[in-house]
């Protein structure tokens, strides 16, 4: 990808990181709020969800110890969902 370093998906990207490397960072609260987005834009998150465990299943991606069980769980994901998710439309 080019200079995907001035993108502002990187930029979000980083943001989300410095966010989530806060222990006082709640996944739950942070998904409870995603009830109050509109309902094309719930969708449009699951679609960035689903390509993040998409990337994070790769087996051409760097994971270690720290990250295995992620990256074993994304690939159980991604095999669920070749055979059974939807395609997922932009509206």
Known sequence: MDNIKESKEY???KDWERAVNDFSFN????????????PTLQQSLYRLVKACIEVMADETRRYDDRNRASHEEARCIMEYLKENG?????R
């Open 86 to 90: 939807k395609n997922i439309p932009l």
């Open 11 to 13: 930029k979000l990207a």
């Open 27 to 38: 996944s739950k609260r942070f998904a409870a709020a995603i009830l109050d987005m509109h």
